[in-house]
């Protein structure tokens, strides 16, 4: 089977690109790297695709809130096509700024608020997978994952988080510590159908073990690793 076909795409501002890139054709993908204004004066690089990433870092330099400004160009330049990409059940992810991006564009409910001790906050933590969660990215893992954060605006927020439970939209939670004071210690939410996952953790740098602070003492074993939703992803856009 061919590999997939993969988009990173970033911003001004954005600094994770090249960790999501790695990550993809770690797991078996051919990846291209596009600015979001690439997209946006030639839309068929996205029909092509069968994968979309939305990399972290600080778009824009959150100048007017956090992934606020790439939102309004992917929502205003290509949010047609971004539909119809997710309608296809073509799988998308947003990690950080990233997940910022993607509530602030309507692709996935609630928002992200500054965290609740207020200032920025780099660590690593552990979450849990929701065994009853509809997200293809989180399908079939049940061991916790181990990566870092580094967010100043991570808190998760919205009004009727046990309606997401109930939809299956919540896809990770917080295990080791809520860093942020996310409601619920929500971690990751998908869409209704699956096919779109946020997140505030970073899996991108977790995709080896040496990756891990602990790996030389017993931590960060490749049951940990963040690598296996992106192959998770992979595999799922392979199945279309």
């Not at 990233?98 to 552990?126: E, I, K, M, S, Y």
């Not at 927020?157 to 309606?163: K, L, N, R």
Request: glycine share 14%; proline share 6%; charged share 15%.
């Amino acid at each position: 089977m061919s590999r997939v076909r993969a988009l990173v795409i970033a911003g001004p501002g954005t600094n994770r690109d090249h960790d999501v890139n790695d990550a993809l054709e770690r797991a078996g993908a051919d990846t291209r790297i596009v600015l979001a204004s690439e997209l946006i004066a030639e839309p068929a690089l996205l029909g092509s695709a069968g994968l979309a990433v939305v990399a972290g870092g600080f778009s824009y330099a959150d100048s007017l809130g956090a992934g606020r400004m790439l939102a309004l160009d992917l929502a205003l330049g290509i949010g047609d096509a971004l539909r119809s990409f997710v309608a296809d059940g073509r799988p998308v992810i947003g990690i950080c700024n990233g997940f910022q991006v993607l509530t602030a564009a309507g692709l996935l409910p609630g928002a992200l608020g500054h965290n609740a001790q207020g200032h920025f906050d780099c660590r690593w933590v552990v979450l849990d997978p929701v065994p009853q969660s509809v997200s293809v990215w989180t399908t079939g893992i049940e061991d916790p994952i181990h990566c870092p954060i580094a967010h100043g605006e991570g808190r998760y927020v919205h009004p009727d988080p046990d309606s997401l439970f109930a939809a299956g939209q919540v896809a990770l939670r917080y295990r080791s510590t809520n860093p942020n004071g996310s409601v619920a210690d929500i971690a990751g939410v998908c869409d209704p159908s699956g096919v779109v996952l946020g997140l505030m953790p970073h899996p991108e740098n977790h995709i080896v073990r040496r990756q891990h602070p602990r790996h030389s003492r017993g931590g960060g074993g490749d049951a940990h690793l963040g690598l296996r939703l992106f192959d998770n992803g992979i595999q799922h856009a392979k199945g279309l």
